[in-house]
């Protein structure tokens, strides 16, 4: 089939090299403002051809990917609407999808069958010079469907990612999506910018730091023109979970002041319990 | 020379394997009331001898290190007292720095030089079966001077830890060395531990993490007889970095909750300068 990726940056990019790699009978295709961008994919052959506009390639595209930033998700979505093929299906990698899901149904063609995504994978850097097709392989994958979804549809979209290299292809309600989200993944990046910008400068303290405060901050190389919104379309979710957090810590400072230790051990073996179940390892039986 | 490292588990072990990768001219020995762990120890070729009792090696020891939980470390010096030879050289590897000097340092035996060090190398696992020279490549090494410290004897401990892998190695002071680990390694494992025992469990959320949740939660596979005592003898530093963090947090919370899409910018900025600065990357002129 032929597919469209809209908007090649890092995630767009990365979606070309790894269909390139895992599912080349393919042919993609790309939309982007940036005609460099598009030459670059095209010499490097992970497109056949890109687009700055839309008329002349939509008309024959049976997949549309769009991986671009969520406020002009519903402008494109209404741009493209006359140009999109019958049954073309269509997919996005928005990380919140209520608010995305709520502008963009009322829009949508009859025949058009959009299939709300989230790959969960990493994205440290920006712009098509750092995507790669490698960070899919091992990540999850979470799609919100919705009535009009079309089960061969969703059978297809699904087969495509895990050939891809993701795992754990779940299908959850846009609400379960935002809750788990914004625990997972909005309240560490929260937790991760207190934390670095917490530290006090005058102190030099790369020089005292162990993996773990490399771990804590590894996230907070953040994109500044996409996180304030995710944040804002997802608030009532992640306001939860930071007070659900802060009355963690707060119960753990508490048990430090009160020089507590039995509370502080039974939340490090709660922790620890937490932990091994999460990487689905078997706790040791005995404690040493 | 002689070495003896006492407390053969995973940093001690890491300490004997690194010094018969790097410094294989020195013998080394063993204390440990495992008997087993130092049968390994000796099968395995990273010591020469292990004993369970102090009186036969102590005596021909020219460098202690001491590789034990804090809390027992006093009732050790004071029982090795009596055997130490004369000008021998100590040290330890406490995370904190304060509470142990302040407790050593009244029974040390005139003739014998502590110098007190902290190699900040990640432990994840406990154990001698863990035990790898592999983990202090890289990782940064502080040493807590005092006033009765030859310099000679600093001299000659960092140069053998700088040829195990060890790169910062700083002398800074007992207070600054609290302050610095109260916020890079205590506070972050606060943090991960309130975060990991923040998640509602129902929602199976292991399946919906990305790589954000578990770089957040990877130390949380803590040992609950070491760090609540940690957590302890340093909890003015701890508490203060704690109360700081929170502000933080309360700042990027209120900026989610007003939707200042301004203000959450200003503290992404800042964070992808620090995580810059941090990691010794230079920022990138333009942004996208």
Avoid: C
Wanted: glycine share 6%; aromatic share 8%.
């Amino acid at each position: 089939m032929n597919i469209t990726i809209v908007g090649l940056g890092n995630i767009g990019g990365s979606f070309a090299m790894s269909l390139k790699e895992n599912a080349a009978e393919h042919d993609v295709y790309a939309i982007d403002v940036d005609s460099n961008a598009l030459r670059n994919a095209e010499q490097d052959g992970i497109i056949i051809k890109g687009y700055t506009e839309p008329e002349e390639i939509l008309p024959k595209t049976d997949l549309i990917i769009f991986a671009v930033y969520p406020l002009i998700m519903k402008s494109l979505v209404e741009k493209y609407g006359p140009y999109l093929k019958d049954d073309a299906v269509l997919t996005d990698v928005t990380g919140v999808k209520r608010s995305i899901i709520g502008q963009i149904e009322p829009i949508l063609p009859e025949h058009a069958d959009f299939i709300f995504g989230h790959p969960m994978a990493g994205r440290e850097n920006r712009g098509l010079k750092y995507a790669s097709g490698e960070v899919f392989k091992g990540a999850n994958y979470l799609f919100t469907l919705t009535d009009r979804n079309k089960e061969s549809n969703v059978r297809m979209l699904s087969s495509l990612v895990e050939r891809m290299g993701f795992k754990n292809i779940s299908a959850v309600s846009p609400e379960f999506h935002d809750d788990v989200i914004g625990f997972t993944s909005q309240l560490t990046h929260v937790i991760a910018l207190s934390l670095i910008n917490s530290d006090d400068v005058e102190r030099r303290t790369k020089q005292y730091t162990g993996d773990s405060y490399r771990d804590l901050t590894r996230i907070t190389n953040i994109n500044e023109n996409l996180w304030p919104e995710l944040f804002i379309m997802n608030k009532d979710y992640l306001l939860d979970h930071i007070d659900r957090f802060k009355s963690q810590m707060d119960l753990l400072k508490d048990a430090i002041e009160a020089e507590d230790i039995d509370t502080m051990q039974e939340m490090m073996v709660e922790a620890r319990r937490r932990y091994h179940d999460l990487h689905d390892l078997e706790l040791p039986e005995s404690n040493e």
